[in-house]
């Protein structure tokens, strides 16, 4: 593989907080920042990233200098809508494309370095961590036209378990790192944070 795009996905309308999650604040920056930061430091060729909820405000409190944004008009359908959306901002020379989550800030460059380097030559490729799989995830470029059409929230997880194309596990260590859905997982994130 020669060519990878990140794509972090921050379309989410933060329902259940009340205020958008992207911009929460966490070390010192809002939350989204930490996710974006992370792949355009990752080595991807591109770096796309996918907003929704409360766009005009995350582009104005987010740093998107180094990333391209699409905006999806259609977040309120769920998280596969913004892959769709993004799926045509992707350079075609892309051999795949790592999904990231915008609100899961323990997701550092070395797990990106690991799942990229065993995802080459497989369709796709997730993390297997002590307790279970997670994100990021590789979508080698023959998925996309499935990519293309997920509907709905979980649509990703569908695919993965679909048995339609070979997953691979790379082994992470720890536990799947938290994401922020809620004021609980957002304290919980902070706690975390605190420990020495």
């Not at 990878?4 to 907080?17: D, I, K, N, Q, Y």
């Not at 709905?152 to 922020?180: C, F, M, Q, R, Y």
Request: aromatic share 6%.
């Amino acid at each position: 593989m020669t060519r990878v795009a990140g794509l972090v996905l921050a379309a989410g309308a933060s329902r259940r907080l009340g205020q958008p999650k992207q911009l929460l604040e966490y070390r010192g920056r809002p939350l989204l920042q930490t996710a974006v930061d992370t792949a355009n430091g990752a080595g991807f060729a591109q770096v796309v990233v996918a907003i929704g909820g409360a766009a005009p405000e995350v582009r104005t409190g987010v740093d998107f200098s180094d990333a391209a944004v699409v905006e999806n008009v259609a977040f309120t359908s769920g998280c596969s809508s913004s892959i769709v959306a993004a799926l045509d901002t992707i350079d075609t020379r892309a051999d795949g494309l790592v999904l990231l989550l915008g609100d899961q800030p323990g997701v550092g460059r070395d797990t990106i370095t690991r799942l990229v380097e065993a995802a080459a030559g497989h369709p796709m490729a997730v993390c297997r961590y002590a307790d279970g799989r997670g994100h990021p995830f590789w979508f080698g470029r023959e998925t996309f036209t499935d990519l293309r059409s997920l509907q709905g929230d979980k649509a990703v997880w569908k695919l993965l378990e679909s048995g339609k194309h070979e997953v691979t596990e790379v082994p992470i260590a720890g536990n799947v790192p938290l994401d922020v859905d809620t004021w609980d997982d957002y304290e919980r994130l902070l706690a975390e944070d605190d420990r020495p």
